[in-house]
């Protein structure tokens, strides 16, 4: 008997302990970032982190870099000295993450305003018409759907030779995995281009638990569709708006370790983050923001 419970012990410890493991797909994005120069295109990986009961969809850039950033990281913590890794690190031109639970298939859209970690549900489904056209999309088979989302014609073609029901960004309730997907004027299109299985996989990347320890994303807040684009409006407006009584602060001659103007370097990441907006002008959601516009 005792025996039994030793082995019964292992057992329910083992499966607590187990680690979660995920099948992660790459899709290449190609997008016209600025709403006022559609013709110029840019290129980006995103990935889709498939688990047993969810999926989450982010840059890529946001986890890739993970291992450099703990490397510099513990070499600051070694040597107890600050250094400036921005330019080690390049920031990720998406900071959205979306996460779908299984079976329901519930969306949440998350996204950093400064300090504060955003979100909200998207509970409306997606309407799509199925059509007989089919296609090879890579290495898949795939057949063509449409549907109208975010004020524009979504074109996607979706595989039932990968069993998930799911896609980049928001889109999902195809009976297969989309694997393309772009709207009718080409401002923006996700095409698979591999997936690999992830052992250990840990939801949460190395650089987002950096971010809490500093305070930022700390504040998980959930909020309604709408007073989300009221709070993302006023931060296009003015990034820093919400902590410019903080910054005033800051005496003249504050530096930082390693001999950086904290007034200075604080004025170089507002004027980056301005650049930043400006030039990502095109939503992939146009309605949201027309919709918001007609409420002020």
């Known amino acids: 008997m005792k ?5 019964l012990f292992i057992a329910v410890f083992a499966i607590a302990n187990a680690q979660e493991t995920a099948n992660r797909f790459f ?10 120069s559609l013709e110029k295109k840019n290129k980006e990986m995103m990935i889709l982190d498939i688990t047993k009961d969810k999926s989450i969809y982010r840059d890529y850039l946001a986890v890739s870099q993970d291992s450099i950033l703990k490397v510099e990281v513990e070499a600051m913590q070694k040597a107890g000295a600050f250094k400036d890794i921005s330019k080690s690190i390049k920031q990720p031109k998406f900071s959205h993450i979306i996460t779908k639970t ?11 305003i400064l300090q504060d970690k955003v979100s909200y549900k998207d509970e409306k489904p997606f309407e799509w018409k199925i059509l007989g056209d089919k296609a090879k999309i890579g290495e898949y088979n795939a057949q063509k759907a449409t549907a109208t989302f975010g ?3 979504w074109i996607a073609w979706f595989t039932t030779d990968v069993p998930f029901q799911d896609g980049p960004y928001k ?9 393309k997907v772009e709207d009718d004027a080409k401002n923006y299109s996700w095409e698979l281009k591999g997936n690999k299985k992830i052992a250990d996989y840990n939801p949460e990347s190395y650089s987002e638990k950096l971010m809490k320890q500093f305070g930022q994303g700390k504040n998980n807040l ?7 684009e009221t709070m993302y409006a006023a931060y296009k407006k003015d990034p820093f708006g919400s902590i410019r009584s903080q910054l005033a602060m800051i005496p003249a001659d504050a530096k930082m370790p390693d001999g950086t103007s904290m007034s200075q370097m604080m004025r170089d990441a507002e004027d980056k983050l301005k650049k ?12 949201a923001v027309t919709d918001t516009k007609k409420k002020k």
């Not at 899709?27 to 006022?36: G, I, R, V, W």
């Not at 299984?102 to 950093?112: C, G, K, Q, W």
């Not at 959930?222 to 989300?228: G, H, I, L, T, W």
């Open 102 to 112: 299984y079976p329901a298939m519930d969306v949440s859209y998350t996204d950093y």
């Open 151 to 153: 004020g524009r014609n």
């Open 27 to 36: 899709y290449e994005l190609t997008y016209a970032p600025n709403k006022d």
């Open 222 to 228: 959930e909020v309604s569709r709408d007073k989300f």
């Open 276 to 287: 930043h907006l400006k030039e990502n002008s095109n939503a992939i959601e146009i309605n």
């Open 3 to 7: 025996n039994i419970f030793s082995i």
């Open 171 to 179: 889109f999902r309730g195809l009976p297969g995995l989309i694997v």
